[in-house]
């Protein structure tokens, strides 16, 4: 018994060594290492831009082809895989407009299709056009590739811009809030929001050639894009500016700046940083959107949305000059908005992931 009562203290002095202190950030960490949606939506947003960012490579060395050249004699091919079994498609499809398809032909179909991606496999580069070309014989996959590098740009570049605005002129509105400072950025605020967007960029982008450029256009989606982080951030600062250490620290002397960049901002980083990322697929979509409309960014350059703008009339004839860049869109807008709905759940205190 009395061995037994000299090693407890021993026992629990060991146990609590062994426990650890559990930080905010390691716990943000936990709960993402957990979340496997998150996780693969990760994987998927590296994918895409490692893809874009090697695409010179990829497109010398793999696909042989570059965005630019034009091969009239091939415009609007099928992929060179398709060559045999899209034909048969179009004939399954015009069976089942006269009201019988005729299912019959999906073994042709199949089996042609995968004749030819063993040959495409096998062929050296410059010799397979995987997801065939569009009216200028130019290859698709390249340009799409190169039109990532365009469209993922700009909405780190809008992204940028529209968080740098925004959370400046939320720490303001926040910290001077029912005052004539807030006033101030209040009807700034109301009166970009009240501008019809998409009108006003319309007019610029076709007025200002500089406009059309990726700078010139993410500059313009950032401007009249910071209005919502703006009151988001002033609500929530609005409360936090009169909690203790913000007025302890006031007494002490603190500048302003110091309170606003040193003990408020912190506060909402977990915000920032969830908004700002679905900035980015917003500015993506919003490129795209205007690129389609003929007033985004203009050729030459290759982006997702004049990639679609290029291919109105032709999504019967040739769909891949449609699904291409639409694919590409998708996977990535899907990838970011799972990672910024996965950081907003890792990064609230609240919420308990088991």
């Not at 006003?200 to 059309?212: E, M």
């Not at 920032?272 to 007033?295: H, N, Q, T």
Request: net charge neutral; aromatic share 12%; glycine share 10%.
């Amino acid at each position: 018994m009395a061995e037994q009562s000299l090693t407890l203290p021993q026992q629990k002095i060991k146990a609590q060594a062994q426990v650890k202190e559990l930080t905010y950030w390691g716990a943000v960490r936990r709960k993402l290492l957990r979340d496997r949606i998150t996780l693969a939506a990760i994987g998927l947003g590296i994918f895409m831009v490692a893809i874009t960012l090697a695409a010179p490579w990829i497109a010398e060395n793999i696909l042989g082809f570059d965005p630019t050249d034009t091969n009239l004699r091939i415009r609007n091919k099928p992929p060179t895989w398709a060559t045999e079994s899209w034909p048969m498609f179009q004939e399954f499809a015009t069976t089942c407009q006269r009201g019988g398809c005729e299912w019959s032909l999906w073994g042709g179909i199949f089996s042609s299709s995968a004749a030819g991606l063993r040959e495409c496999f096998a062929a050296a580069p410059g010799e397979c056009h995987w997801l065939g070309t569009d009216d200028a014989g130019r290859d698709v996959l390249t340009r799409g590739l190169y039109g990532g590098r365009i469209s993922l740009r700009i909405g780190a570049y809008v992204a940028a811009v529209s968080m740098t605005l925004g959370v400046f002129m939320g720490l303001i509105s926040g910290y001077y809030a029912a005052t004539w400072v807030d006033d101030v950025v209040n009807a700034i605020i109301m009166t970009l929001s009240s501008i019809p967007l998409l009108f006003l960029l319309i007019i610029l982008a076709g007025t200002f050639p500089v406009f059309r450029s990726p700078e010139g256009l993410s500059f313009l989606l950032g401007i009249f894009g910071w209005m919502g982080v703006s009151r988001l951030l002033r609500g929530q600062l609005f409360s936090i500016r009169e909690r203790e250490y913000i007025l302890a620290s006031r007494a002490m002397g603190a500048s302003i700046w110091r309170l606003m960049f040193r003990h408020m901002l912190p506060n909402v980083s977990s915000i920032i940083i969830v908004v700002a990322i679905f900035d980015i697929a917003s500015a993506i979509i919003a490129e795209a959107g205007l690129s389609f409309l003929g007033v985004g960014i203009g050729p030459p350059n290759a982006s997702w949305g004049n990639m679609m703008s290029g291919s109105l009339g032709s999504f019967t004839k040739a769909p891949w000059l449609v699904l291409t860049p639409g694919i590409f869109i998708f996977l990535t807008t899907l990838a970011i908005y799972l990672i910024g709905d996965g950081l907003r759940d890792a990064l609230d205190p609240w919420i308990k992931n088991e």
